[in-house]
């Protein structure tokens, strides 16, 4: 089955720059989706259609990328943003696929 | 604004059935379509299944199609996921989320979850 794969972890301390990828074959042809969830909450959606952030979501997030690998990139990183991320795309028939997960800590 | 409640989890023994219910409020109900997503303890996210808005169009995970049946009320602005043959794979916090109305967001809002745990 179709994956998306992305680093088990990421560390960095508060005020720097945090990247997480996500990579898979289809990401040339299909936009990625970044989701933030904290512990025992619903994710929620931080990039949309690749670089894209929804109302409320603060400018340090964006998404860039280009080809089978795509970046989720928070600048200045806050105690706040420790969380699992995850990307989200889909296979090259359209069904939906959810990368195995990020786990932030901010040292 | 847009508000998700599940609920209907709780502890089942395999092979056993389980009904989980998401009452929508906030939006219109009826301009979305709408998916069933799951997250196992200490695991990632799997999409389970997907509702169009008028319930006419359905689509599934392959490991829980026959078994599970995605449907909605409009007039009570409910979502419902009826689940057979429980397995213990099945075993997850299942969330309620919307499908943006545009199509640009698969999954915009989510609710807080429901846990299913497949146990004997």
């Known amino acids: 089955s179709y994956e998306l794969t992305q680093p088990p972890s990421v560390s960095v301390s508060p005020g720097q720059t945090a990247r997480i990828t996500c990579s898979g074959e289809?990401?040339?042809?299909?936009?990625v989706y970044w989701f933030q969830q904290k512990p025992g909450q619903a994710p929620v959606l931080v990039i949309y259609?690749?670089?894209e952030r929804p109302s409320g979501i603060p400018a340090r997030f964006s998404g860039s990328g280009s080809g089978t690998t795509v970046t989720l990139t928070i600048a200045g990183v806050r105690a706040e943003d420790e969380a699992d991320y995850y990307c989200q795309s889909a296979d090259s028939s359209n069904n939906w696929v959810f990368g195995g997960g990020t786990k932030l800590t901010v040292l | 604004q847009v508000q998700l409640v599940e609920s209907g989890g709780g502890v089942m023994q395999p092979g056993r059935s389980l009904r989980l219910s998401c009452a929508a409020s906030?939006?219109?109900?009826?301009?979305?379509?709408m998916h069933w997503v799951r997250q196992a303890p200490g695991a990632g996210l799997e999409w389970v299944a997907v509702?169009?808005?008028?319930?006419?169009?359905?689509r599934y995970l392959d490991s829980v199609k026959g078994r599970f049946t995605i449907s909605r009320d409009n007039s009570k602005n409910t979502l419902f996921l009826e689940m057979k043959s429980l397995r213990r794979e099945d075993t997850a916090v299942y969330y309620c989320?919307?499908?943006?109305?545009?199509?640009?967001?698969?999954?915009?809002?989510w609710g807080r979850g429901t846990l299913v745990s497949v146990s004997s």
């Open positions: 259609k690749d670089t």
């Open positions: 509702i169009s808005y008028d319930g006419s169009n359905k």
């Open positions: 989320v919307r499908y943006g109305a545009d199509g640009s967001v698969p999954f915009d809002y």
């Open positions: 906030g939006f219109s109900f009826t301009d979305h379509p």
């Open positions: 289809t990401l040339p042809k299909q936009f």
